[in-house]
């Protein structure tokens, strides 16, 4: 099992990482600072005083604008594939009064940063339901329909992917090499090639990096089932890994 592509673009988009707006016939694209709700609908949060929010419908108003959110992924490893670049398009309006207390809620459960106090003065909240979903990977582009979109949920550890990978590296290192050598087989037991390690997780499974230098290649191992949460990680990584150790396993120390 791997993430589909509309659970790639909900994570992507989810709020972890930058993104930028380009809106039709506006020089563009601008730099913003968004998150996803937990319907999937897209919050930015734009300062008064801004290139984007002079191109954005001003609060008060019902107008809405097509934009599109551009998200490029930032792989967490060396030697980590990248997931490939997310965009959705909708029609996004301002939020003001109720609407907007509820949506600093949503951003602040993803980003509690301060300048939420500040929206209605210092900054302004727009929200859009995704319309369309693009995801380019190795060059190719898969369309997902809106309904799809809002269907899939974000991968639960993305945001915490960098820790799990340095805690793997620097804790549990000879562990992660047994177990990695064990589910690789011949592919992996030469003694003169660097040990698997892995680049990337996500809740179906790892990406693990393998082979000498210059011939370094990449396999997918699958959980037995999806996890929920990193903690949810820890319980399926601990017999795994430890069972000849003692219970000090990956993720444990992030509960």
Do not use: K, N
């Amino acid at each position: 099992m791997r993430p589909s592509s509309a659970e790639t673009v909900r994570t992507l988009v989810a709020g972890c990482l930058p993104g930028l707006v380009h809106l039709a016939h506006r020089p563009g694209p601008y730099q913003v600072r968004h998150v996803t709700d937990p319907d999937g609908r897209v919050l930015m949060l734009v300062p008064v005083v801004s290139d984007l929010a002079a191109v954005l419908p001003p609060a008060g108003t019902d107008r809405a604008v097509a934009v599109v959110l551009d998200v490029l992924d930032l792989p967490p490893a060396a030697g980590a594939p990248p997931l490939g670049r997310a965009w959705v398009s909708g029609w996004a309006t301002p939020l003001a009064g109720e609407a907007a207390r509820h949506a600093a809620v949503d951003f602040a459960a993803v980003e509690p940063t301060g300048d939420l106090l500040d929206v209605g003065t210092r900054f302004r909240l727009y929200r859009f339901e995704v319309a369309e979903a693009r995801l380019e990977t190795a060059g190719d582009v898969h369309r997902i329909a809106g309904d799809d979109y809002a269907a899939a949920e974000p991968d639960p550890l993305h945001p915490v992917e960098g820790a799990l990978l340095a805690d793997l590296a620097l804790h549990h290192a000879e562990q992660v090499a047994g177990y990695l050598r064990r589910q690789l087989g011949p592919l992996a037991d030469r003694p003169d090639e660097a040990a698997p390690r892995v680049v990337r997780l996500d809740r179906y499974g790892l990406v693990v990096a393998f082979g000498g230098p210059g011939t370094r290649r990449r396999a997918r191992l699958a959980f037995p089932r999806p996890v929920t949460d990193h903690r949810d990680l820890a319980r399926l990584l601990h017999p795994l890994l430890c069972r000849h150790e003692r219970p000090a396993c990956p993720a444990d120390r992030r509960r």
